[in-house]
């Protein structure tokens, strides 16, 4: 059974949900190196950094207006994007440049920054080649060359965790006037991703 609010109070303070940004509310904290909460915290409009009640908000187990078990309810933050109770919480997956010289490239990388190749990938519908490089336990690097590329800086890629996340991002920002360059697909290399425009003109390749 999907998940529904445990009370109007919860989702009118949810900042996650689309429209709320400031005054009291709650906030869904994932953190990579700990576990995830639900925080009680204070923002002050028009106030950057928001600033939370204590140094890291207040953790809640319970809804603060009907008494309901939070975790109980709403299970994770996987959950509660998947049925579209909020945005998903993007990661850097990866940035990407055009390299006029990919093995070339490859090398320095892997000389000066300890960076680790993956398979090399050449597509099978255009001329073509690419590696991802990872570095460390961050985001990777992807290396790319085509004819007619110069190189540059092409894209940054942010995971947000699943398709279905990737298709209701897309679908909203859509709604909200964003350029979207291309909808969601699988690419040859086993991608799903959409191509959007930021406001400055940077290309995002939004991914599962």
């Known amino acids: 059974m999907k998940s529904e609010w ?17 005054g009291l509310g709650i906030l869904w ?46 299970g994770s933050d996987a959950r509660l994007v998947e049925e579209g109770l909020m945005f ?3 990661q850097i997956d990866h940035t990407a440049v055009w390299v006029s010289d990919l093995e ?6 892997e000389r000066w920054f300890k960076a680790t190749a993956g398979a090399k990938y050449s597509s099978s519908k255009r001329d073509f080649t690419s590696y991802f490089l990872s570095l460390g336990s961050g985001a ?11 190189a540059r800086l092409s894209h940054l890629a942010v995971s947000v965790g699943s398709r279905n996340a990737v298709d209701r991002l897309v679908k909203a920002m859509e709604a909200a006037g964003v350029h979207i360059v291309s909808g969601p697909r699988l690419t040859g290399d086993r991608y ?3 191509l959007v425009i930021d406001t400055e003109g940077n290309l995002i390749e939004i991914t599962s």
């Open 192 to 194: 799903y991703e959409a």
């Open 6 to 22: 445990c009370c109007p109070e919860f989702q009118e303070r949810f900042f996650q949900s689309e429209g709320r940004r400031d």
């Open 104 to 109: 070339r490239a490859r090398a320095f990388y």
């Open 140 to 150: 990777r690097l992807e290396l790319m060359t085509s004819p007619g590329e110069v």
């Open 88 to 90: 998903p919480i993007g």
């Open 29 to 74: 904290n994932d953190h990579p190196r700990a576990a995830a909460v639900f925080l009680l915290e204070y923002r002050r409009p028009n106030r950057m950094p928001t600033e939370p009640i204590a140094e890291d908000g207040f953790k809640l187990k319970f809804c603060p207006w009907c008494g309901r078990n939070l975790l109980e309810q709403y």
